[in-house]
């Protein structure tokens, strides 16, 4: 019997060590069939390439050819991909800075479509009427079918003052629209801040997040913490530098986790985490978004919101929550590739999807009753004169110099904006619950 328990725990070795073999033996087999499929990929691709060389009606030059092969790849792959040649590579750059030509209009691809996520704020498109969410159909008289972004991008941008014409399809409207815009120097005004006329409370207004954003919003910060409340307004805001989002957040949340990306390759997973120092958490904050909040406007509005630091009003945003990386492949030309996706504290992502509010408030007016017929104490034959007149004297004594008036915003321009109205209310029962706690 020992012989035979010898035997057979012999033959277990055995039969180990042949699954061993076998298993390595599996392995290498696939590991030759990729590499088999991989060159008989690339053997097609230079066959097609030598063949568009030899018989394509115009003359093409080999880099022509693998360039525009190149192009085509990254445009197949997502919207948000794309080859930037020395041109394109050096306007990412400078937009970047806070500064560059053009429209002043955010795009991206929805549903095949060409679609203004945003126009910035006071720019020549924001003051031709874009709105985000129109279609364009065409640039000038040439139809943006099968267009690329970049192409787009190319054809709008020029010399300032020179102009074009855009027909877009908005929503609720019957027919094509037709919008004359002149070019000009995009300056962007990246963060701008004003007091709520009676209410003190600090507006914040980002319009988009180039380098100056944390820096500018901590300033604004420090010279106002003594508000009842901040209203970080972050409507057509279309995105842009992600650790200014992480930056942002971070100065209202004071642990956890702000955004984290997650890709395909394990080496471009990441998280983002709050940090204790410089947190503001006792002033009571609101979040405006709309359709034209994408990008880093999301991730900040989405942490918050997860957080549960802010109450999240207005309209739900674009939904675009892939991260590119800028690749350059040598001094003057780079790839913009989509590596990862942003997932929000909760788990939860972006992409497609967008924020949803706390709160529905759409655009418009506070609805107002108008011509009320009334009488009023000072409209009375005997009424308190000399009370009037005090009266009169303090509003007088509170007439506000022209810098003044321009750090406030009016309760006239307050009740001309639904949503921000809204956030103003919202701020007031945030403040009086936690008086109540």
């Given at each position: ?6 035997i ?5 070795s ?48 080999v ?5 525009k092969s ?9 919207a ?11 306007e ?14 955010t ?5 095949g479509?060409l679609?203004i ?8 498109a ?6 985000a969410?129109d ?23 020029g ?9 877009i399809?908005?929503?609720g ?14 300056k962007?005004d ?57 930056g942002?957040?971070?100065l ?6 702000i ?8 080496t ?17 904050l ?23 630091r ?6 739900k ?17 780079a ?12 788990g939860?992502?972006i ?6 509010h ?5 655009p418009?007016?506070?609805?107002q ?6 009488i009023?104490e000072?409209?009375l ?34 009740y001309n ?12 029962v ?8």
């Amino acid at each position: 019997m020992k012989h035979l328990k010898f035997i057979t725990i012999g033959f277990a070795s055995t039969m180990i060590g042949a699954v061993v073999l076998f298993s390595t033996s599996l392995l290498a087999n696939e590991q030759e069939a990729k590499e088999e499929s991989r060159l008989s990929a690339l053997a097609k691709y230079t066959k097609v390439l030598g063949t568009v060389e030899k018989y394509y009606v115009d003359d093409l030059k080999v880099n022509e050819i693998i360039t525009k092969s190149i192009e085509g790849l990254l445009e197949n792959l997502d919207a948000h991909s794309s080859y930037l040649d020395a041109k394109h590579f050096k306007e990412m750059q400078i937009q970047t800075e806070g500064e560059f030509g053009g429209l002043g209009i955010t795009i991206g691809m929805r549903n095949g479509a060409l679609t203004i996520i945003a126009p910035m704020e006071g720019t020549p498109a924001d003051k031709a009427g874009v709105k985000a969410g129109d279609i364009i159909l065409k640039i000038n008289k040439e139809s943006t079918l099968n267009m690329t972004i970049d192409e787009a991008v190319g054809l709008m941008r020029g010399k300032p003052q020179t102009s074009l014409t855009l027909t877009i399809v908005r929503e609720g409207e019957n027919k094509p629209l037709e919008i004359p815009i002149t070019r000009d120097i995009i300056k962007i005004d990246s963060v701008y801040t004003k007091i709520i006329e009676n209410e003190n409370i600090l507006y914040v207004r980002v319009t988009n997040f180039d380098k100056n954003v944390v820096r500018k919003v901590k300033e604004a910060l420090s010279k106002n913490l003594k508000v009842s409340g901040i209203i970080l307004d972050l409507r057509n805001n279309p995105g842009g530098l992600l650790n200014q989002a992480v930056g942002l957040t971070d100065l209202f949340v004071s642990q956890g986790v702000i955004v984290s990306q997650k890709g395909r390759d394990e080496t471009q997973n990441s998280e983002y985490k709050a940090t204790m120092e410089g947190t503001i958490e006792d002033i009571p904050l609101t979040v405006l978004v709309n359709g034209g909040s994408a990008s880093a406007s999301e991730i900040v509005s989405g942490a918050l919101q997860d957080h549960k630091r802010a109450v999240v009003i207005g309209e739900k945003t674009f939904g675009k929550g892939s991260v590119q990386i800028i690749l350059p492949i040598d001094e003057s030309e780079a790839l913009r590739l989509t590596i990862a996706r942003y997932y929000l504290p909760s788990g939860r992502t972006i992409q497609a999807v967008g924020v949803t509010h706390d709160i529905v408030v759409y655009p418009g007016k506070v609805p107002q009753k108008e011509d009320e017929f009334s009488i009023k104490e000072q409209e009375l034959k005997k009424h308190l004169e000399s009370e009037l007149e005090k009266v009169n004297e303090k509003k007088e004594a509170k007439k506000l110099s022209k810098d003044e008036k321009e750090k406030l915003i009016t309760q006239e321009e307050l009740y001309n904006d639904l949503q921000l109205k809204s956030a103003v209310d919202i701020i007031k029962v945030l403040k009086i619950k936690s008086k109540i706690k």
